[in-house]
């Protein structure tokens, strides 16, 4: 957890000790940034490529996602301070409430990220158009919410 001081107008609270809500990290992920000051806003389709490594036990899990052009990440925000409601994003002063923005900070630390599935190596995920610190912890994959099913094979005779 960071102890960067609050900017102008913002507002942090006392917090009691999280209690443990069972998460279990599947993984890590690889990225080239190691400073937050560093680390894109957003992630972008043409930025590097980033690698979601799992633990061996679930590369099994993995069957099908090739079959998706793009997917969600989830990721823990492990470096994130916890205890702002309120955020002033651009210095300037101006402030909104916490769960107005896609922050890193926030009571419960999830970054999401929709990325292009570039490969599957294994037990190692590459893609492209992450926006978190390398070591980050991997929470978990899925296919993007907008294509609710695999890419469909190209029926015969008709051109794709």
């Given at each position: 957890m960071t102890t960067d001081a609050p900017r102008r107008n913002e507002i942090t609270v006392e917090l009691p000790a999280p209690e443990d809500a069972q998460l279990r990290f599947i993984g890590v992920i690889h990225t080239p940034w190691s400073d937050r000051k560093d680390c894109p806003r957003q992630g972008r389709a043409d930025g590097p490529e980033c690698r979601l490594v799992l633990d061996p036990t679930w590369v099994p899990a993995l069957a099908g996602l090739e079959d998706y052009a793009q997917i969600e990440v989830l990721y823990w925000l492990d470096r994130s301070r916890r205890d702002l409601l309120t955020q002033s994003p651009r210095s300037d002063g101006a402030t909104v409430g916490?769960?107005?923005l896609r922050s890193p900070v926030r009571p419960n630390p999830i970054g999401?990220?929709?990325v292009d599935l570039v490969r599957i190596d294994g037990a190692e995920v590459v893609v492209r158009g992450l926006d978190c610190l390398d070591g980050t912890p991997l929470l978990?994959?899925?296919p993007d919410r907008c294509a609710f099913s695999p890419k469909a094979p190209a029926k015969?005779?008709?051109a794709s």
């Open positions: 916490t769960f107005a999401t990220s929709r978990d994959i899925k015969p005779g008709v």
